[in-house]
């Protein structure tokens, strides 16, 4: 009897102190913000997802009344900054802003000291297209050619990306291996340098956000062969999508989102999510991101969250074809 009556007190003290603790995220969520905010980017200023944490940032500060501070946490494929967040307190002050290669993290680090599930969907900022961009000196105009120059190459031909894991090896992955073409990897540790480095002819080709190559495309320092998007992007409408060109091998969605600690309150989130769509939807940023080559792509959390897990099953497979590790 004395067991039982121990097991009903420890049980009716845990119930309690989940209904203070629920009661406690309540309040909290309710009163928020009341401090700054903080949206980690796990990626070089100047990246794609740095520009479009910042365009975000640059509205939703005023709007909620509290600054909102870019913290660029760089290294390890976006792992070190992710992992931070991922143990952080879930209390809505912290968030990180991904792109598509964190679902494939889990294929490259074995030792990866977080899960996909420690962190919850907040919302998508936006869709991107790539372009595939060639370096001048390579002498290609069409996808085409530059498949041919590949095939022809004894050991194939140089492509750059951000990183291992980075949108743009993730897609070069898709687009070389669905071609069955040679090719060397060659990563950088951002998406400015390697821009320069394609422009001044030192790797062959790169699966390049749009976002951060528009302006070397506008000023013909790289050849823009084609987009990876399914359809052709606002900014450069004369440029043909991978499909069009006969090679949909090449096509890839390149997303950024934003993402919270598991366990952050859901009115958080859904306030988050309800201010960053209607940012979105600003006639300024709409502009803006039409000129940089972004498209608007929103999905409530729940669903942004089943979309991260299908998306790592499919690009996780990419990866695993690849055969990259990075440890």
Not at 92 to 112: E, I, Q, W
Not at 174 to 198: A, R
Not at 200 to 215: C, H, R
Request: hydrophobic share 45%; proline share 6%.
């Amino acid at each position: 009897m004395k067991k039982l009556q121990s097991l009903i007190h420890l049980n009716t003290t845990a119930a309690i102190a989940t209904l203070i603790w629920s009661a406690s995220l309540t309040a909290h969520a309710q009163a928020w913000p009341t401090k700054q905010i903080t949206f980690v980017v796990p990626f070089t200023a100047g990246s794609a997802t740095d520009i479009l944490a910042r365009v975000i940032g640059e509205k939703l500060g005023p709007r909620l009344g509290q600054t909102v501070l870019i913290e660029n946490r760089v290294g390890a494929g976006g792992t070190i900054g992710t992992s931070a967040v991922a143990k952080s307190p879930p209390d809505g002050y912290t968030f990180v802003v991904v792109s598509t290669g964190h679902v494939v993290n889990p294929v490259l680090y074995s030792k990866l000291n977080y899960q996909l599930k420690d962190l919850v969907g907040v919302s998508p900022l936006g869709s991107l297209p790539s372009a595939l961009v060639a370096a001048p000196g390579l002498g290609v105009k069409t996808v085409k050619e530059l498949v041919e120059k590949a095939r022809s190459a004894p050991n194939g031909l140089n492509y750059a990306s951000a990183g291992v894991g980075s949108a743009a090896h993730v897609n070069a992955e898709k687009f070389v291996t669905g071609l069955k073409l040679k090719g060397n990897h060659v990563p950088y540790k951002g998406t400015p340098q390697m821009l320069v480095d394609i422009a001044g002819n030192n790797v062959d080709y790169v699966f390049a956000p749009l976002i951060s190559s528009v302006t070397m495309i506008r000023e013909g320092k790289v050849v823009a062969l084609a987009v990876s998007s399914e359809k052709r992007a606002v900014a450069f409408p004369n440029i043909a999508t991978m499909a069009e060109e006969g090679y949909p091998q090449g096509q890839f969605n390149f997303w950024i989102g934003m993402l919270a600690p598991a366990q952050t309150p859901k009115a958080i989130l859904d306030k988050m999510n309800d201010e960053i769509n209607f940012i979105v939807d600003l006639p300024d940023v709409r502009d803006r991101f039409e000129k940089l080559g972004a498209l608007p792509f929103k999905m409530k959390p729940a669903a942004f969250d089943k979309f991260i897990q299908e998306e790592a099953v499919t690009l996780g497979e990419v990866m695993k074809a690849s055969g990259a590790k990075l440890d």
